[in-house]
């Protein structure tokens, strides 16, 4: 699968190879991790904290893919303004790409606004603007 479709001229160089993680933000991630566990029976793989971010999250496995159940764990947090302006539902989708310095290149090149990071398991990872992709936050990972 490509990430950009159109003429044969402009497609891709870099694929997007996995789903890895559909990103969810909740208030309360304890009570949606019991709904989805309860409605769907997927397992808990990992939790983590991120003190910077000011978050903690639930990893259910489905499959090879993980939904991160994400809430605040401090008001003023930018999870926290996420959700009085959003409110709980998709927050992100994470992707993997097989090669992600093409994929930087690539949108950079395009004029997609994109910023590097850090991933969840601290590995690099390019995130795209949501202004550019109709609202969505999509975050890219390589292999």
């Known amino acids: 699968m490509t990430l950009y479709r159109g003429c044969a001229s402009d497609r891709a160089?870099?694929?997007v190879t996995d789903l890895k993680i559909v990103g969810i933000a909740t208030a309360d991630a304890d009570a949606a991790v019991t709904t989805f566990r309860k409605n769907f029976g997927?397992?808990?793989a990992r939790s983590t904290e991120?003190?910077?971010a000011r978050t903690r999250s639930t990893f259910l496995a489905v499959g090879s893919a993980e939904i991160e159940m994400t809430a605040p764990t401090e008001g003023g947090s930018p999870l926290s303004s996420f959700l009085a302006e959003r409110?709980?539902?998709l927050h992100q989708l994470v992707l993997e790409v097989d090669d992600l310095d093409a994929a930087l290149a690539e949108l950079k090149g395009?004029?997609?606004e994109v910023a590097t990071k850090s991933g969840t398991?601290?590995?690099p990872a390019v995130v795209l603007?949501?202004?550019q992709t109709h609202g969505v936050r999509i975050t890219l990972?390589?292999?």
Do not use: E, L, M, Y
Request: proline share 8%.
């Open 141 to 143: 990972v390589g292999r």
């Open 13 to 15: 160089v870099f694929h």
């Open 42 to 44: 997927f397992p808990i």
């Open 50 to 52: 991120n003190g910077a």
């Open 87 to 89: 409110g709980a539902g």
């Open 121 to 123: 398991d601290s590995r």
């Open 129 to 131: 603007s949501p202004t």
């Open 110 to 112: 395009k004029g997609i």
